[in-house]
């Protein structure tokens, strides 16, 4: 076994207890049997349990994913099992919507005040001209309010909208009336205090009960959550809140191909019932419903967004670990890197979609 994971994470030019960053340190014997059985899982659940380090996990996961390393790994019968009830089961329905709320974003307003930028905003920023998370941050939100052509007096509709980052800048620079919506009570509390005496309601609320009226429409960072089974549903839903001539704005991390689950160790232990979603089943979901103005695609920026929310969480850590143990320490951890990786792998993408119900007449031009 230990010759055998030798063999295949050289073909990654990672070396077992080398002293390069990406290499790794195996400090128990067992774990070598434990991978190469267990797949993706078995490899998230022995770094939790301290089974083997690496000083720059990011630059190990990137190196084994643009090997392809990750996908020789054989899955055991918990990702098995795991696949076929996700192409049996509806993961994401109405009444398992908030299992990701509990697991998630109820885990603490502190922790994710201590990572994020200023303004909370827990989606990929934009770092074209900037240096810092908060600039890279607000760059991308006035990104999106340009590409909804957003004007004052405008009723804008945030689906997952957080701890109202977006919903408070559309509401202060744009002049925008915001209605956002969540399944996180923390993060309803907390938005609805950040946009006290804003033209902005916060709402707590599935997607599906939604209901009309509405100039634009605005997703970020809430589609990997929807589950294709339900994609079209999104998709219809979306397009009944939006006027006639409104705008539609879907950003999403996406997939190269296309799947019914995500990675059994972020569904587990970091987004149950996660999915990220192929261009394909975007396009299948949203075909005669609505037309694709802009596909904007700049995944690369959120390696670079992980790993500065990796560097506030690692700076603010005596603070929280009063709150919490060394094991989330180290599961954190690994979540962030092992996603900065994948970005910078190419692996996953971080997309922004531009739609609309019957077309811009004239055409559209992306503006920001």
């Known amino acids: 076994m230990r010759e055998a994971a030798r063999e295949r994470l050289a073909k990654a030019d990672v070396q077992i207890n080398g002293k390069r960053p990406w290499d790794i340190q195996v400090h128990e014997p067992g774990w070598y049997a434990r991978v190469l059985s267990g797949g993706s899982?078995?490899?998230?659940?022995?770094?939790?349990?301290?089974?083997?380090?690496?000083?720059?996990?990011?630059?190990?996961?990137?190196?084994?994913?643009?090997?392809?390393?990750?996908?020789?790994?054989?899955?055991?019968?918990?990702?098995?099992?795991?696949?076929?009830l996700a192409n049996l089961l509806n993961r994401q329905s109405v009444r398992r919507s908030g299992q990701v709320a509990r697991a998630h974003y109820d885990l603490g307003n502190d922790l994710f005040a201590a990572m994020l930028d200023q303004g909370l905003n827990y989606s990929c920023a934009y770092w074209e001209g900037c240096r810092e998370l908060d600039r890279a941050q607000e760059a991308k939100l006035e990104m999106i309010c340009r590409k909804l052509r957003l004007e004052p007096g405008m009723r804008l509709l945030d689906i997952g909208c957080g701890w109202g980052g977006l919903a408070r800048y559309a509401a202060e620079r744009h002049g925008a009336r915001v209605v956002g919506i969540t399944v996180s009570r923390p993060q309803a509390e907390l938005a609805a205090e950040r946009c006290q005496g804003l033209p902005v309601e916060i709402r707590l609320q599935d997607y599906r009960a939604l209901k009309g009226g509405f100039d634009r429409v605005?997703?970020?960072?809430?589609?990997?959550?929807?589950?294709?089974?339900?994609?079209?549903?999104?998709?219809?839903k979306a397009a009944e809140c939006l006027a006639g001539d409104g705008l539609f704005l879907l950003h999403t991390i996406g997939r190269n191909s296309s799947a019914v689950?995500?990675?059994?160790?972020?569904?587990?232990?970091?987004?149950?019932?996660?999915?990220?979603?192929s261009p394909r089943q975007i396009s299948e979901a949203s075909e005669g419903v609505f037309v694709l103005e802009d596909w904007h695609s700049f995944g690369?920026?959120?390696?670079?967004?992980?790993?500065?929310?990796?560097?506030?969480?690692?700076?603010?850590?005596?603070?929280?670990?009063?709150?919490?143990?060394?094991?989330?320490?180290?599961?954190?951890t690994y979540y962030l890197l092992s996603c900065a990786g994948a970005f910078r792998a190419r692996r996953i993408q971080l997309w922004q979609i531009v739609l609309s119900k019957r077309g811009v007449e004239g055409g559209y031009i992306r503006q920001g």
């Open 300 to 332: 690369e920026n959120y390696d670079r967004t992980l790993m500065a929310w990796h560097r506030n969480f690692l700076a603010n850590w005596t603070s929280l670990r009063e709150r919490y143990d060394q094991r989330f320490f180290r599961m954190w």
């Open 218 to 236: 605005v997703s970020v960072g809430m589609f990997e959550h929807v589950g294709v089974k339900n994609y079209r549903t999104y998709m219809q």
């Open 261 to 277: 689950a995500c990675d059994l160790w972020i569904s587990t232990y970091i987004f149950p019932n996660g999915m990220l979603p």
């Open 41 to 84: 899982l078995a490899l998230g659940e022995s770094y939790m349990d301290g089974w083997w380090d690496c000083p720059a996990l990011d630059e190990f996961f990137y190196r084994i994913m643009r090997a392809g390393l990750d996908k020789s790994v054989q899955g055991g019968l918990r990702e098995w099992t795991a696949l076929a």
